[in-house]
């Protein structure tokens, strides 16, 4: 008797999403607490306390409709066998409009084109209401007018325009390379996989205008529109660590989105450098506050945090390539799941399905890394003596995000890339305790 695939993958997101509602849960109970973490109590007034309460607990409840949504949707397009029959379908399609029904790489791209856009579709109406109901309600989209319901929509056509012009080169070289690969298909799956880390090298430029600054003209950014910032402390900072000013850049963050980011790392092994959101030139914040974000950042660059980041996107198509490997030729995966032929895509979805378990522990162990650095970044600012302008920065960023000022461990562990304001905060103030 074949194993029954089909119906361990829809008990397996079944288990998931109740383990993820549970986690949900816990986080709602914290965000339902009255009182403030003993760290942000006397910084934070009772008003922002209050109505960044009430935002989370909108927020939590909205998530609730979208997790139950989805593993509505998922279970039922599995249950009901809408994927072999959307195949069909596509392949009628194909018929209907003259071309060979027989081309798998023809058949293939109308498929998932099709699925892009039955699943655009189906997400549209919740992405609407939490961006211009339940934020706009909280005044979230006011402090960014410039993302309205027009940039949005410009936005998601960008976005399919840009999958129907990659899409098909990746599709077909999937195709192309499957049966080819023998031995060898995990190594050419991984260097596939390495295609979408050129994103924010290549992709995200026509999303977003990002313009390479060097320290003198971020300092003049910085001194003219930023609130009088210290030009002479920057270049200190900068000089002290070495770091090359070629490697600034200012991204227009405020026309894509409606939340408050400072700035990140970008880039790849030795060709990073510092991503600064156009915000940070806009928000009220002093001379060591600016000061205390570029140090956090630097921090990242100094501590080779590029470094794990690569290894651990390089693992996750490696080990994606060795299973598909393992899983496409079985003829009984396939029939599990209602299909009698074994396309290629077909056994690339189907293999990420049955591999969701693995990919979950893989998530885990990214959200751990990705937390240690954000830490390890915090400390590199406080060593440099910032660690008064950060905890202004975080406290500053938690009230304009409206984020929780209450974390529950175990969602925060689970779900999580970003430690909250509230835990770097602990962790700081535990720095101090260590010294002492």
């Known amino acids: 008797m074949a194993f029954p695939y089909l119906?361990?993958?829809?008990?397996?997101?079944?288990?998931?999403?109740?383990?993820?509602?549970?986690?949900?849960?816990?986080?709602?109970?914290?965000?339902k607490l009255t009182t403030l973490p003993k760290t942000l109590e006397g910084v934070i007034s009772e008003d922002t306390f209050q109505k960044t309460r009430s935002y989370s607990l909108d927020h939590s409840r909205f998530h609730f409709v979208c997790q139950f949504v989805t593993i509505v949707r998922d279970s039922a397009i599995l249950f009901f066998g809408v994927m072999p029959w959307f195949w069909k379908k596509s392949e009628d399609f194909m018929t209907l409009i003259g071309l060979n029904a027989d081309n798998e790489i023809l058949h293939s791209i109308a498929f998932l084109a099709g699925c892009m856009i039955l699943l655009q579709i189906t997400k549209?109406?919740?992405?609407?209401?939490?961006?211009?109901?339940?934020?706009?309600?909280?005044?979230?989209?006011?402090?960014?007018?410039?993302y309205t319901a027009g940039v949005f929509f410009v936005n998601m056509i960008k976005g399919i325009i840009v999958a129907a012009l990659v899409g098909p080169p990746i599709v077909t070289?999937?195709?192309?390379?499957?049966?080819?690969?023998?031995?060898?298909?995990?190594?050419?799956?991984?260097?596939?996989?390495?295609?979408?880390i050129i994103y924010e090298?290549?992709?995200?430029?026509?999303?977003?205008?990002?313009?390479?600054?060097?320290?003198?003209?971020?300092?003049?950014?910085?001194?003219?529109?930023?609130?009088?910032?210290?030009?002479?402390?920057?270049?200190?900072?900068?000089a002290s660590l070495k770091f090359p000013a070629r490697k600034l850049f200012v991204v227009d963050g405020s026309k894509w989105s409606n939340k408050h980011s400072n700035v990140q790392m970008t880039g790849l092994l030795h060709n990073t450098g510092i991503l600064l959101n156009d915000k940070i030139v806009q928000q009220d914040k002093n001379d060591e506050e600016v000061?205390?974000?570029?140090?956090?950042?630097?921090?990242?660059?100094?501590?080779?945090?590029?470094?794990?980041?690569?290894?651990?996107?390089?693992?996750?198509?490696?080990?994606?390539?060795g299973g598909f490997t393992l899983a496409r030729n079985s003829t009984d995966l396939f029939q599990s799941f209602g299909f009698h032929s074994q396309p290629v895509i077909i056994g690339l979805i189907i293999y990420l399905l049955i591999a969701a378990p693995l990919n979950y522990i893989v998530m885990f162990g990214r959200n751990h890394l990705f937390r240690s650095i954000e830490f390890q970044a915090d400390a590199f600012a406080?060593?440099?003596?910032?660690?008064?302008?950060?905890?202004?920065?975080?406290?500053?960023?938690?009230?304009?995000?409206?984020?929780?000022?209450?974390?529950?461990?175990?969602?925060?562990?689970?779900?999580?890339?970003?430690?909250?304001?509230?835990?770097r905060l602990t962790a700081m103030d535990e720095l101090d305790k260590k010294a002492d």
């Open 7 to 31: 119906e361990a993958v829809i008990g397996f997101k079944i288990l998931m999403y109740f383990f993820e509602t549970y986690l949900e849960v816990r986080q709602l109970r914290a965000n």
């Open 124 to 146: 549209l109406p919740l992405s609407l209401y939490f961006l211009f109901v339940l934020e706009a309600h909280h005044d979230c989209n006011k402090s960014t007018p410039a």
């Open 173 to 196: 070289a999937i195709i192309y390379l499957v049966p080819k690969g023998g031995p060898y298909l995990a190594i050419y799956v991984w260097a596939l996989g390495n295609v979408f």
């Open 201 to 238: 090298q290549l992709i995200a430029p026509l999303f977003k205008k990002i313009t390479p600054v060097s320290i003198f003209v971020l300092l003049i950014i910085l001194k003219l529109i930023c609130l009088k910032v210290n030009s002479e402390k920057i270049e200190e900072l900068a």
């Open 291 to 321: 000061l205390a974000v570029i140090a956090h950042e630097l921090g990242h660059w100094k501590l080779n945090h590029f470094v794990p980041l690569y290894v651990a996107m390089q693992f996750v198509p490696l080990l994606n390539g």
């Open 382 to 423: 406080v060593k440099l003596g910032y660690k008064s302008a950060l905890r202004s920065v975080l406290v500053k960023k938690q009230m304009e995000n409206l984020m929780e000022f209450n974390a529950d461990p175990w969602y925060y562990a689970y779900r999580v890339i970003q430690p909250p304001a509230v835990l």
